[in-house]
């Protein structure tokens, strides 16, 4: 096991977190890093190599959270690494077009079947923003429909009944966003074709869009049951709505064409994120020719941003595609975490514990019909394994997760329901 961490090790982030509170609203970036999920405080990072992460007050983790995703060839991949500083020499940033931008949107292009043409962005959000913008533009509509629990980055209008740190956090909407921000948003529960329907037919002359996470990993990871997104895809069809995909999580993690390339269903628009930028801010929103032609400077619709495509950030997604590309690890990465998943449940049953275990290709979730999720976050961050802080967040497995890795984190967690039965 990673070395059982000394509680020296689990003291001292007070100190940091303490100091980061002084600065920073809440201490952290983004919500969910506090811990205020989870309880105690947040391990603060120094390094990250392969599948783990090492704290500044010491403690060596396997990281299943890996920087929420993005970080499906481990931290600090060689060749991401060598090409980053090759890159760097070069400059940092020139808000003019490089080569660079066009490789990898010809990547994207290339790998995303339903992507004709793409733009870069520095985040998930903005790409989700566009998307909507480009799908009210194209269908000259206000309406949007959106899932309960699914998170699509934090504009005003979709934070209503969103998932990851809205549900980790028990809020169902956000202070700040007037009620006119997200009187057109209409939201549906995943999972529901029949509420769709009729949702989509109550809004039929004014429904712009349907946005939807193809495999929903900001509520735990919750699969579409057989037909929902084919179900989809026919709704928008029927009332000339356009099916926007938000595959920040799911593209090149699932597969490399993502999710859509798994379910065989071509959205009008894909939003992608996290992989794309192999750990740098990047995002991108992508699809058809005809609603992309849409935007400035060929059409009307705005969309701009000062760093967006930025060289640095766009080599490191590169480099992350072509080594995925080149390797395909989907098929071992997908039996790895089923590996893993198959034991939790078995260790779960033996021990009496109550939870639900989902998972699909390398990303999963750890449901705990109880307040459970606490003891055993906290049961393994002391051995060393480190997931999620939030039982509606996802995990991932990476490249680098070995099978070592792998017998090493179920011990740990075994140890861990152990104590949980004998509490
Ligand atoms: N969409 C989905 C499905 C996401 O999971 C996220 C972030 N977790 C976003 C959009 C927003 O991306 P970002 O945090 O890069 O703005």
């Known amino acids: 096991m990673a070395e059982a961490l000394s509680i020296k090790h689990l003291a001292l982030p007070r100190d940091l977190f303490k100091e980061a509170k002084q600065y920073i609203p809440g201490g952290v970036n983004s919500p969910v890093r506090s811990f205020r999920a989870v309880g105690g405080y947040p391990v603060f990072v120094k390094q990250g190599r392969g599948s783990r992460f090492y704290g500044e007050c010491g403690g060596e983790f396997i990281d299943y959270c890996l920087s929420w995703g993005a970080l499906i060839l481990g931290h600090a991949h060689p060749k991401v690494i060598k090409a980053l500083k090759e890159a760097i020499e070069n400059g940092t940033s020139f808000g003019m077009p490089t080569k660079l931008e066009t490789e990898l949107a010809k990547l994207i292009v290339d790998g995303v079947a339903s992507i004709e043409e793409v733009r870069l962005t520095s985040s998930g959000t903005e790409a989700v923003m566009a998307a909507i913008r480009l799908a009210r533009a194209y269908t000259k509509r206000n309406k949007i429909i ?16 969103a998932g990851s740190g809205m549900a980790t956090l028990g809020v169902p909407s956000s202070l700040g966003v007037p009620k006119d921000f997200t009187r057109h948003t209409v939201v549906v529960p995943y999972n529901d074709i029949t509420a769709l329907k009729e949702t989509a037919k109550t809004h039929e002359k004014d429904l712009a869009a ?24 026919k709704v928008s069809d029927k009332y000339g709505a356009v099916l926007i995909f938000d595959e920040v999580i799911t593209c090149f993690r699932l597969a490399y064409g993502g999710a859509q390339t798994l379910f065989g269903i071509s959205p009008d628009l894909t939003c992608l994120g996290k992989i794309i930028g192999g750990g740098l801010p990047v995002g991108a929103f992508g699809g058809r020719k005809d609603i992309m032609e849409l935007l400035a400077p060929e059409g009307g619709v705005y969309q701009a941003g000062t760093l ?49 275990v989902n998972y699909i290709g390398s990303m999963f979730s750890v449901f705990f019909n109880s307040d459970l999720f606490k003891r055993f ?19 991932f497995l990476s490249l680098a997760h070995s099978e070592k890795d792998i017998e090493k984190t179920l011990e740990g967690i075994s140890e861990v329901f152990n104590k949980l039965r004998r509490r």
């Open 146 to 161: 959106k899932f309960e629990g699914s998170y699509h980055g934090h504009a005003d209008y979709l934070l209503a009944k």
């Open 210 to 233: 349907i946005i939807v996470e193809p495999v929903a990993g900001n509520c735990g990871v919750i699969l579409p049951e057989a037909g929902f997104l084919e179900g989809l895809r």
């Open 377 to 395: 976050f906290h049961g393994l961050l002391k051995k060393g394994v480190y997931f999620s802080p939030s039982g509606f967040e996802a995990n």
């Open 308 to 356: 967006s495509g930025n060289p640095i950030a766009v080599t490191a997604g590169i480099t992350s595609l072509n080594i995925l590309k080149e390797k395909s690890p989907y098929r071992n990465l997908e039996e790895k975490t089923m590996g893993l998943c198959e034991k939790i449940k078995s260790f779960a049953t033996e021990n009496g514990i109550d939870l639900k």
